[in-house]
C-alpha cells in the first residue's frame, strides 16, 4: 500500500509500504526521522503523532482505550489524531495523507 506523508516542514513524501508494518515503522524506515516513537510502538509514549486523512479514518482498526488516554495528553489533537505505532498499514491506507503531528 502506499501513502502520503506529509512532514512538519509541509513536505510530501509518498511511502510504499508493506502490509504488517505498522504506520510508524513504515514512517521511520522511509528515513523520515520526525517521529521519536520513544516507546517502541508500545503505546505509551504519544511521540508517534499523526494526523489521517479523514476519508480514511472509519476503514481503520478503531483506538483503544490506551491509545484514547494518551492522545487526550497531546496539544493539537483533533478528530483525525492517531498514534501511528497503532496503525497497520494495510490496503485501507492505500492513497491517504498521513501529515506528522506538532512536535510537542
Ligand atoms: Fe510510543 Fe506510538 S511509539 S505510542
Not at 27 to 43: S, T
Not at 59 to 74: G, H, Q, R, V
Amino acid at each position: 500500500p502506499q501513502f502520503i506523508v506529509v512532514t512538519r516542514e509541509g513536505e510530501e513524501r509518498s511511502i510504499d509500504a508493506d502490509a504488517g508494518l505498522s504506520v510508524m515503522e513504515a514512517i521511520r524506515d522511509a528515513g523520515i526521522d520526525e517521529i521519536l516513537a520513544l516507546c517502541g510502538g508500545n503505546c505509551s509514549c504519544a511521540t508517534c503523532h499523526v494526523h489521517i486523512d479523514p476519508a480514511y479514518l472509519d476503514a481503520l482498526p478503531p483506538m483503544s482505550e490506551d491509545e484514547n488516554d494518551l492522545l487526550d495528553s497531546i496539544d493539537d489533537r483533533d478528530e483525525t489524531s492517531r498514534l501511528s505505532c497503532q496503525v497497520p498499514v494495510s490496503a485501507a491506507l492505500d492513497g491517504a495523507r498521513i501529515t506528522i503531528g506538532a512536535d510537542e
